[in-house]
């Protein structure tokens, strides 16, 4: 249009510029011929633009119903494809109208049965020959040997029509179209099997099968339910068109909204007025029934009930079984609970007095330890036995195991010590008692109890030593009295001899030397008295222990001098103290008696060399130890040097012979521990330790010894 608007424009430009009697000119006709052909092509364009515009239209129109025939042909499974008479081929078309194939009438025959391929010829050669217009016949697909075997044959309708006549009115070109009905054949199939399916459940059932129809009416009835509700004609009953709403328990069931439903129902028979067939009490076996049923609704493709199938049974008889049952297992339960109280309380009895059962049998033998009735505990044969007791114990344990095994008569009891230890570490001690089980053919197994007697057998050992210790003790005593009695009345005679040496004729002379001796026998007598009252007083926990704090650096070293007081002149004694203050919480009193009587020893026994005390505080306690170089004490005096009823001349030579046992028994009060090591003309050695509690402390830089 715009180009047309231009030419236009030109023409009336040139015509108001030019006069008409110049129109004729040469070049005037010329710009007009222009003219003209450009509006000749302009038309030309805008034909070919509107003339494919409207092909367009007309292609996307036959396009749209190309699918949409397309569409409807896939939906209904519907292939197309003609056939040329003249030409005598076939052509498939495919059903988007996009591809066509051609085949051979032998090509052709590949697609399907060769049989159904031959009626397929006949049917096309009636309606060529003009015998029929059309034809339609059923074909089945060709299966090959790589065609999956679980997919079924294919079936198919073919509907042969005139598609187009030649020039004389003969058919020209056939139209075959072709359905896939497969899929119809096999629902058919399935619906069939279904219907015959249900016929033979229905009628071959175990239960009680019964049909209603959508007004709930009863159709049809199996043999088993006439058989259950006692109905003598089945068809006088279909005849009679029961309601399924005459059924006590379906009273108020609706039927426009019922559901697949599991129910259970109790009817009393006496109380029922339009019974199905007979139902009398007597073939039910109760005036109760009970019956279970199941209904399943049926309905179509549109929702609408079409009918109800009820399947069910009889269970009165499982009922009243299974209350039987339910009565006997709860007097089966009574019955076991009981005997489960009576077995746990055996068992209890065997937990608190710790014994074992056994069992043991000659044919295995095999010996089973158990701590209840239920289970056995362990399974041992008997070399295992054996093995577990100590080797002195395995021969008399192998001869009662032979003497079971022969089955001798009568009951056998043993204690015996095995290779086991308990809690404390001590040996277990194992008391067997067993008797023979007796059968129908003689003894069958030997049946008794094992019974952990270790306590016992200890205790007994421990009452055997006590009681050996009494006696020692009683002996001792006496040794004591006796050996006191004499040691009191040594220096008592000496005292009252001397002391009768004045009244007889004497020198004034000899008086100093009777005076000295009576002093002297008076003090030794004095020291054994209170040696005796002090450790008597030991003995009945009667002496007091008192704790208080005390510089122990500043006091150790008097302590042992005090008890050196004595010592010979060929004797270099000295003290080891590494600390400035040590500020402890102790019996200072105890402990010092106890160091100075130590040191009183070592002087007695220490004639030259040395004598050395030291002392050390290290994690809450405090060690100390005094060291000599005296005659010591031979092997076989040394484990009696703390009897205080012995008196030993290497020990107490030079002492009451009390000191040491005094020593020890004050040590051991105040909660600790004393040792002495010696060796024969080497020395002694005493090692004291003593818990204690430290407040302060203050090392010395250096130690000099």
Known sequence: MATLSLLVYVSQAFAQKENMETIADIHHLAAYLVAGLLIAVFVMIFSNRVFYYRQKA??????????????????????????????????????????????????????????????????????????????????????????????????FTVNISILQNDAQGKPAVLLGIQRDITDEKLKKE??????????????????????????????????????????????????????????????????????????????DLSNIEKPIGG???????????????????????????????????????????????????????????????????????????????????????????????????????????????????????????QRMDRRHPGTFKSTFET??????????????????????????????????????????????????????????????LKNMSHEIRTPLNAVLGFAELFNNPHADEDEPIFSEEIKRNTSELLQLVNDILYISRLDAKMEEFNKKECDFATLFDGYCYMGWSTVSPNVVVSTENPYNSLKITIDEQHLGSAIQKLCTLAALHTEEGTIRAKYVYHHGELSISIEDTGKGIS????????????????????????????????????????????EEDRGNTAYIIIPCEMNSMEKKTEIII
């Open 58 to 155: 007309v292609n996307l129109k036959a396009q749209q119903q190309n699918t949409q025939l397309s569409l409807v042909l896939d939906y209904n499974k519907t292939q197309i494809w003609t056939y040329d008479t003249a030409g005598e081929f076939f052509t498939q078309l495919s059903n988007h109208g996009e591809e066509r194939t051609d085949y051979s009438p032998i090509d052709f025959s590949m697609f399907y049965h060769h049989d159904d391929f031959s009626k397929l010829l006949k049917t096309i050669t009636s309606v060529v020959s003009g015998k029929t217009q059309s034809g339609i016949t059923t074909i089945r697909s060709r299966k090959t040997e790589d065609s999956n075997t679980d997919e079924p044959q294919r079936l």
């Open 190 to 267: 399935h619906a069939a099997n279904l219907a015959l399916q249900y016929h033979t459940v229905f009628n071959s059932s175990l239960v009680d099968m019964i049909y209603y129809d959508a007004n709930g009416t009863m159709t049809d009835i199996n043999e088993k339910a006439c058989e259950s509700f006692e109905v003598a004609d089945r068809e006088q009953l279909l005849a009679s068109k029961p309601n399924i709403k005459d059924v006590p328990s379906m009273q108020d069931l609706d039927l426009q909204h019922i559901e697949l439903q599991h129910s259970s129902s109790i009817t």
């Open 279 to 401: 139902l009398t009490e007597e073939h039910w076996g109760n005036k109760k029934s009970y019956y279970e049923q199941i209904l399943s609704p049926i309905h179509n493709e549109q929702g609408e009930l079409e009918g109800i199938v009820m399947a069910g049974r009889n269970i009165t008889e499982m009922v009243e079984s299974q209350h039987h049952q339910k009565w006997a297992s709860r007097q089966l339960a009574k019955k076991t609970r009981d005997i489960q109280a009576y077995i746990d309380n055996i068992n209890y009895s065997l937990h608190v007095s710790n014994v074992r059962m056994i069992n043991y049998n000659p044919d295995t033998h095999v010996l089973e330890i158990s701590s209840d009735l239920n289970n056995p505990l362990y399974k041992l044969p008997q070399i295992r036995c054996v093995t577990l007791l100590q080797k002195y114990e395995r021969r008399r344990a192998k001869g009662l195991f």
């Open 419 to 480: 290779i086991f230890h308990d809690s404390e570490g001590r040996n277990i001690y194992l008391s067997f008692s067993v008797v023979p089980v007796t059968g129908k053919n003689g003894i069958t197994h030997y049946f008794g109890m094992c019974q952990d007697n270790t306590e016992m057998v200890y205790t007994e050992k421990r009452l055997m030593v006590e009681t050996q210790k009494a006696q020692e003790t009683e002996s001792l005593k006496n040794t004591f």
């Open 635 to 678: 092997k076989e005096q040394l484990p009696h040097i703390y009897d205080r009823f012995a008196r030993n001349k290497d020990i107490s030579e030079f002492t009451t012979g009390l000191d040491l046992p005094i020593v020890k028994e004050m040590i051991e009060q105040m909660g600790g521990s004393i040792e002495i090591q010696s």
